[in-house]
């Protein structure tokens, strides 16, 4: 398992479910629909992702050189 960032590549809104699904291992189209799913039952997962997005670090950016 790799750390938890948000990529640069791949992000559809902020890369939080791009970063869950990379972090364990997971397909990242069933980690979105999930969270799509999710959505539509009551309760607090629209606050969660915004925090998430804000807490999980983006990707360092890589040196070419």
Do not use: K, N
């Given at each position: ?18 970063a869950l ?32 997005w804000i ?11």
């Amino acid at each position: 398992m790799s750390e938890l960032h948000r990529p640069r590549t791949g992000r559809v809104i902020g890369g939080v479910c791009a970063a869950l699904a990379r972090r364990f291992g997971w397909d990242v189209t069933l980690v979105r629909v999930l969270a799509v799913v999710s959505l539509l039952l009551p309760g607090p997962q629209l606050i969660i992702y915004v925090i998430a997005w804000i807490v999980i670090p983006g990707e360092p950016a890589t040196v070419t050189g």
